[in-house]
């Protein structure tokens, strides 16, 4: 009895002690650490990059200058979890309409299919504008690059449905191009969480 | 005679807890594995990209069209409760007449729709246009 008392216990310890660490205020800084120009460590930054987005529109890392944004990887075809991340990105995009510091930005994985057209039409029909959520396109390669800087996965894989074998994940990223959460995007209760996450960030100082 | 009861009593077992409250858990576990990524779980698709299947006028009003668009997909504009929808459906082809019943009658019984059960031999019949797959089971 009191060795089920002991584990019990140990338990509650350990479950109150990850409560803590979530509920803390600071978000972490995600990714792996580098090396700065001194030598110092400092949190994983996302690298320059350059792409086209739906209004034909240069979308570059000045594009989020003072603002965080969350990033995903998408491409309009794709049957398997791609419409599951895109409304909880609409979701996001529905709740933080109004508010100017938190802009969105969907990466295609198919350029040669997802165009400038195709991704002016896929935003039509969502109803959202290139000044809020932009959808890029560009080299291939160039945007592959980006994925393992978002900590995400974009292969091209003949095995996967649609031919791209990638994840669903919503990533956040701050003004200082630093990732402070990210989220499951196919489940709706983990963007529950994320959301409140974006919160935290822009009423950071 | 014992060995019968037992069977019976088996038989009782497995016939309740299969049928349980649902009648269409087959429909429901084919739909969360080929149609909800798209459809989503709550039917409602996404706006202005994958129509609705949630209170959806099309299920009533073209009925004898879904079968069909389940095995073979779907090409084209469509209009679903006054909106327009361009996106292609790949079809299931390797869907039986039965699991394709099951999934409209899912479909028909679920978030709010209270669309009248179809049969297997009505779901076949309506199969005849779009006949590729013959497969019954």
């Given at each position: 009895m009191m060795k089920y008392l002991f584990v019990l216990l140990t338990a509650l310890a350990i479950f109150q002690g990850c409560q803590n660490a979530v509920s803390s205020d600071e978000l972490p800084m995600l990714g792996t650490p580098e090396v700065g120009p001194n030598g110092e460590e400092v949190p994983h930054t996302i690298p320059d990059f350059s792409f086209m987005d739906q209004d034909s529109q240069v979308v570059n890392n000045e594009t989020f200058a003072g603002k965080a944004y969350v990033a995903d990887f998408f491409f309009i075809?794709?049957?398997?979890i791609c419409p599951k991340t895109s409304k909880q990105m609409l979701r996001i995009h529905d709740k933080f309409?109004?508010?100017?510091?938190l802009e969105l930005l969907g990466h295609t994985l198919a350029p040669k299919y997802d165009t400038v057209g195709a991704l002016n039409r896929y935003a039509y029909n969502l109803g959202v504008s290139a000044d809020k959520w932009h959808f890029v396109t560009g080299e291939q390669a160039a945007i592959y690059k980006m994925a393992p800087e978002y900590m995400s996965i974009a292969l091209n894989d003949d095995e996967a449905p649609g031919g791209i074998n990638h994840s669903g994940y919503l990533i956040l990223v701050d003004k200082n191009r630093h990732i402070r959460s990210f989220c499951n995007g196919t489940e709706p209760e983990d963007v529950d969480r994320f959301m409140k996450d974006i919160e935290k960030l822009l009423n950071e100082k | 005679m014992k060995n019968s009861l037992y069977l019976l009593s088996f038989a009782l077992v497995i016939f309740f807890a299969s049928c349980e409250t649902y009648p269409y858990q087959q429909g429901k576990i084919l739909y969360t594995n080929?149609?909800?990524?798209?459809?989503?779980a709550d039917g409602?698709?996404?706006?202005?990209v994958i129509p609705p299947?949630?209170?959806?006028d099309y299920l009533s009003k073209n009925g004898a069209a879904v079968p069909c668009i389940i095995r073979n997909g779907i090409k084209g504009e469509m209009t679903i409760n006054g909106r327009t929808y361009n996106t292609e459906m790949v079809g299931i082809?390797?869907?039986?007449e039965f699991e394709i019943t099951n999934i409209i009658n899912y479909i028909h019984t679920s978030w709010g729709n209270d669309l009248p059960i179809v049969e297997h031999l009505q779901v076949r019949e309506w199969l005849l246009p779009c006949q590729k797959n013959t497969k019954p089971f």
């Open positions: 075809a794709c049957p398997t309409k109004d508010e100017p510091r | 080929f149609c909800e990524n798209c459809h989503m409602t698709g996404l706006v202005g299947l949630a209170g959806a082809e390797r869907l039986t």
